[in-house]
């Protein structure tokens, strides 16, 4: 796994006009629901108006996020480390540095972390959180 890609991100800045954020000043959540997953809330609802959220994703190796689909969202995910397997509408697309996958809002999908792990930056339209 590339943990300098991940790292970088990890440790990466938010940065706008008037404002910047360090990612290292995030801290780690739990994923209510699924076990070996945490997020870090880069930009959300509350800073955008409920628009789009973003999230910086950690799969701890051969964890999942199991089936499941975002009603009124539309997710995309872009693996920066690690590798896996997403199932988007029954498709299974290998996720590798350098993989972008886009599930429409009402598409099931999950997502599988290999052997060591899966990093991903993760966004909706309209917000999640």
Request: hydrophobic share 35%.
């Amino acid at each position: 796994m590339n943990n300098n890609l991940f790292e970088s991100f990890n440790s990466g800045t938010l940065k706008n006009p008037g404002r910047s954020v360090e990612f290292a000043d995030i801290p780690w959540s739990r994923h209510p629901t699924f076990e070996g997953v945490e997020l870090k809330h880069i930009v959300t609802s509350k800073e955008t108006g409920g628009k789009f959220s973003y999230h910086l994703v950690r799969i701890a190796p051969n964890k999942s996020i199991r089936n499941h689909i975002h009603e009124t969202q539309l997710e995309t995910h872009e693996v920066i480390a690690g590798s896996g397997i997403c199932i988007n509408n029954g498709e299974k697309i290998g996720y590798e540095v350098g993989t972008i996958s886009i599930m429409p809002a009402g598409i099931p999908h999950e997502v599988n972390a290999g052997t060591d792990g899966l990093y991903l930056f993760a966004k909706f339209i309209p917000a999640l959180c």
